[in-house]
């Protein structure tokens, strides 16, 4: 069972940014598409960013222009750059290898943006 685990959260000023790293313990080219969610307090998981393994990419439309997904097979990685920080963009944010069955969660990293 492949493994996820997040890292690059933290605290940051509101227009700042953020490198988001998901390190997988094996192979993410099996999976359909890896994925960025993010979930804020009282509010449901939502779907920020995904990249297919042939890399097409999918935002939602809060982030777009603003957030950038990639992935490196070689390394088991998948990055989330995010610029231009709001502070409705604090969450919990979780990497997911996305596949019809047996997809896998990260245990999340928190952003936190101030304003």
């Known amino acids: 069972q492949v493994q996820l685990v997040e890292s690059g959260g933290g605290l940051v000023q509101e227009g700042g940014s953020l490198r988001l790293s998901c390190v997988a313990s094996g192979s993410i080219v099996r999976f359909n598409s890896m994925r960025w969610y993010r979930q804020a307090p009282g509010k449901l998981r939502e779907l920020v960013a995904a990249?297919?393994?042939?890399?097409?990419?999918n935002y939602a439309d809060s982030v777009k222009g603003r957030f950038t997904i990639s992935r490196d097979n070689a390394k088991n990685t998948v990055y989330l750059q995010m610029n231009s920080l709001k502070p409705e963009d604090t969450a919990i944010y979780y990497c997911?290898?996305?596949?019809?069955?047996?997809?896998?969660w990260g245990q999340g990293t928190q952003v936190t943006v101030s304003s």
């Open positions: 997911n290898a996305y596949r019809t069955i047996g997809g896998v």
């Open positions: 990249i297919t393994s042939g890399g097409t990419t």
